[in-house]
């Protein structure tokens, strides 16, 4: 069953630390994006890869780091350079930019 | 550069009424457009999408868009709402070569369905 998964669901940190959110997709997609959501916000991208071993900033960049050594890939590092780190992330793949994109469902990291 | 504008940022219409909600995008050619719903808590789901041809489009769950280029519009529709339907719904344009591979979001329309 193709997909896309984050994991975990739910995230606690403490102030300080460097967190790093999962991104796995079975989809063959060649595109896969970052996305920040806030309460009542629409979406803000952080980061996004359209091929492998190669990654662009995205609206919101600052305080983030990705890395996509796999297709299948594309691990989010929250660093503590971020000033407002709790938040709902969206990862999302497509098979060119240009396409739909399909999401996972997520992770809710919090920061104390 | 594109842009997507979803004037309505929160509806509520009673549950068996009819629903549009609007879309505007600014694009420098013919446009892929999108229409995706997220439930609370929850990623986002493609409902339907445009890429050429018949403007009118069907989805999943009922909904329909229309392609308007000259009104620059993408609405979506449904006859019928049901309660289930509440949710928050993002318009979106997919990435042109202007754009550096980054596709575009509305900020999204929620929904509120009255019993």
């Known amino acids: 069953d193709g997909g896309i998964t984050q994991s975990p669901k739910y995230l606690f940190r403490k102030e300080g630390q460097n967190v790093t959110l999962s991104c796995e997709q079975n989809?063959?997609?060649?595109?896969m994006y970052w996305y920040r959501q806030d309460p009542g916000q629409g979406l803000r991208l952080i980061y996004y890869?359209?091929?492998?071993?190669?990654?662009q900033k995205g609206d919101i960049a600052e305080g983030y780091s990705v890395s996509r050594e796999k297709k299948e890939s594309f691990p989010l590092t929250v660093t503590s350079a971020q000033k407002n780190p709790t938040a709902f992330y969206l990862c999302?793949?497509?098979?060119?930019?240009?396409?739909?994109?399909?999401f996972g469902p997520g992770t809710r990291l919090t920061v104390t | 550069a594109q842009s997507v504008t979803q004037p309505d940022i929160h509806i509520t219409v009673s549950e068996g009424a009819s629903l549009e909600l609007r879309c505007n995008y600014s694009?420098?050619?013919?446009?892929?457009l999108f229409w995706y719903v997220q439930s609370p808590g929850q990623g986002l789901q493609l409902l339907l999408k445009?890429?050429?041809?018949?403007?009118l489009v069907q989805g999943i769950k009922g909904f329909e868009a229309e392609f308007k280029r000259s009104q620059s519009s993408f609405n979506l529709r449904k006859p019928s709402v049901h309660w289930s339907d509440a949710a928050e719904y993002f318009c979106?344009?997919?990435?042109?070569?202007?754009?550096?591979?980054?596709?575009?979001f509305g900020d999204g329309t929620t929904l509120t369905v009255k019993p």
């Open positions: 999302a793949s497509s098979k060119d930019s240009s396409l739909e994109q399909y």
């Open positions: 989809l063959n997609h060649d595109a």
């Open positions: 890869s359209q091929i492998v071993n190669d990654f």
């Open positions: 694009y420098g050619a013919t446009p892929y």
């Open positions: 445009y890429f050429s041809g018949d403007t």
């Open positions: 979106a344009v997919g990435a042109d070569n202007t754009n550096a591979g980054k596709s575009t």
